[in-house]
């Protein structure tokens, strides 16, 4: 069975950092790009970062500058350190794995259950 679970998540006040892992089982992941998404209730599941298998990186233009995604492809696991957080980053944050069409802000066949980020003003 094909897992991917989520830690790292918690309360924070604006300007601290966090770093979400994503820890990969039952399959290797090491040749599918990966992705982290959020989503606020009431609203859409956002895109944040993706990577690629061949470490190629994309961002949305509210992580750029701030959030880095980066793979272990020897743990299976998935990365987003965020830095200078926001109360706008307030949001469940989902990892994914396999992109069924194109990379980045796509569909993805695997989703982790999510962690919860909420930061304080």
């Known amino acids: 069975q094909v897992q991917l679970v989520e830690s790292g998540g918690g309360l924070v006040q604006a300007g601290d950092s966090l770093r979400l892992s994503c820890a990969a089982s039952g399959r290797t992941f090491s040749g599918d790009d990966m992705g982290w998404f959020r989503q606020v209730p009431g609203k859409e599941r956002e895109f944040v970062a993706a990577?690629?298998?061949?470490?190629?990186?994309v961002y949305s233009d509210s992580a750029k500058g701030r959030f880095t995604i980066s793979r272990d492809n020897a743990k299976n696991t998935v990365y987003l350190q965020m830095n200078s957080l926001k109360p706008a980053d307030t949001a469940v944050y989902y990892c994914?794995?396999?992109?069924?069409?194109?990379?980045?802000?796509?569909?993805?066949?695997?989703w982790g259950q999510g962690t919860q980020v909420t930061v304080s003003s």
């Open positions: 990577i690629r298998w061949n470490g190629a990186i």
């Open positions: 994914a794995g396999h992109s069924i069409t194109g990379w980045g802000n796509t569909q993805y066949r695997y």
